[in-house]
T-cell receptor
Framework: KNEVEQSPQNLTAQEGEFITINCSYS?????LHWLQQHPGGGIVSLFM???GKKKHGRLIATINIQEKHSSLHITASHPRDSAVYIC?????????FGTGTSLTVIP | DTGVSQDPRHKITKRGQNVTFRCDPI?????LYWYRQTLGQGPEFLTY????????KSRLLSDRFSAERPKGSFSTLEIQRTEQGDSAMYLC????????????FGPGTRLTVL
């Protein structure tokens, strides 16, 4: 089983701060996913990456395959970024999820 | 509607009752996944279908749980003789065929067993 660990578990930031959420996994994977979950349960896929770096707006995701590590960065954070961010690894058809990082951005 | 839908959104039931949830995936998606999420935890894989075939089941899916996708479109997840430990958010996701393709999640069904 692939163990997926995220840090920190909880994060509070002031509006405008640069935010980093980290994810590590234990075995080889095909892809790494970053998901966003708002209160009420809805999950949105932010990124799927297998190498390098991807950017979408103020969000940047990176992955280091050799170190089995990925990071999600949020630049110029905003209160609407407040959510739980979940890292998930996939190997074939199996997905393994981290427990999530709860982010609160204070105005 | 272009997203994944789930019904009901909330279900409260008494211990020992049977419950059934429905998931309607995005229409062109032939893969459908069920997950369970408890408070403070990430989703846990339960089972997945490719078209109507159930290809994989987690050990979490005890014999009280059964999932079907009879026509390769919508899916149902039934829990028999519910227990308080079954209280959780049940999430459905769909994707197109292919390894590691992006999954699109439904809003979930929150089950509370009293």
């Amino acid at each position: 089983k692939n163990e997926v660990e995220q840090s920190p578990q909880n994060l509070t930031a002031q509006e405008g701060e640069f935010i980093t959420i980290n994810c590590s996994y234990s075995v080889g994977i095909s892809a790494l996913h970053w998901l966003q979950q708002h209160p009420g349960g809805g999950i949105v896929s932010l990124f799927m990456l297998s190498s390098g770096k991807k950017k979408h707006g103020r969000l940047i995701a990176t992955i280091n395959i050799q170190e089995k590590h990925s990071s999600l960065h949020i630049t110029a954070s905003h209160p609407r970024d407040s959510a739980v961010y979940i890292c998930a690894s996939s190997a074939g058809n199996q997905f393994y999820f981290g427990t999530g990082t709860s982010l609160t951005v204070i105005p | 509607d272009t997203g994944v839908s789930q019904d009901p959104r909330h279900k409260i039931t008494k211990r020992g009752q049977n419950v059934t949830f429905r998931c309607d995936p995005i229409s062109e998606h032939n893969r459908l996944y069920w997950y369970r999420q408890t408070l403070g935890q990430g989703p846990e894989f339960l089972t997945y279908f490719q078209n109507e075939a159930q290809l994989e089941k987690s050990r979490l899916l005890s014999d009280r749980f059964s999932a079907e996708r009879p026509k390769g479109s919508f899916s149902t997840l039934e829990i028999q003789r519910t227990e308080q430990g079954d209280s959780a958010m049940y999430l459905c996701a769909s994707s197109v065929t292919g390894t590691d393709n992006e999954q699109f999640f439904g809003p979930g069904t929150r089950l509370t067993v009293l």
